[in-house]
């Protein structure tokens, strides 16, 4: 069970997670020691997986965001959802209820990118039925930070 300090160590994390133990105690009011413990408990439950930095993909030649709906056969869904993982491209990738089976947000750098991947890594998975593309025009909120 989290009680109020762990949720603000994971609040304050959550907005920087670069921030030192030792700001972080200082604070919260307590000590780097009982911070440290604390992350490295919530890390151990698998409650923190993991310290990223936020990347600008734009800021790198990374043109194209994508959102690709997914169909993908009914008895292979575990095992297309494992290959879809491994690409590169694809920086998010969920399992759905609704009209998609899958959908997944992948990062390419131009448009003739996304055309090369579509043909070359999604269409010949022979487990996908069909895909649909959307293309993003603009981002107003990522992902990166959890509503806690």
Do not use: W
């Not at 923190?48 to 965001?65: C, D, M, Q, R, Y």
């Not at 895909?131 to 981002?139: A, Q």
């Amino acid at each position: 069970m989290l009680d109020r300090i762990d949720l603000k160590i994971l609040r304050i994390l959550n907005g920087n997670a670069r921030k030192s133990f030792r700001e972080i105690g200082r604070e919260l009011g307590i000590s780097e020691g009982t911070v440290r413990n604390r992350v490295k408990r919530l890390t151990e439950k698998g409650i923190i997986t993991g310290f990223h930095a936020s990347i600008n993909p734009k800021n790198l030649g990374f043109e194209v965001v994508a959102i690709l709906g997914l169909y993908i056969k009914p008895s292979k869904v575990e095992e297309t959802l494992n290959k879809l993982k491994e690409l590169d491209e694809i920086v998010e990738l969920y399992q759905t209820t609704g009209e998609y089976d899958a959908v997944c947000i992948a990062i390419l750098k131009d448009i003739e990118s996304l055309g090369k991947f579509l043909a070359e890594k999604i269409y010949p998975l022979v487990n996908v039925n069909g895909c649909k593309v959307t293309l993003v025009l603009r981002t107003f909120k990522d992902g990166s930070k959890m509503p806690i």
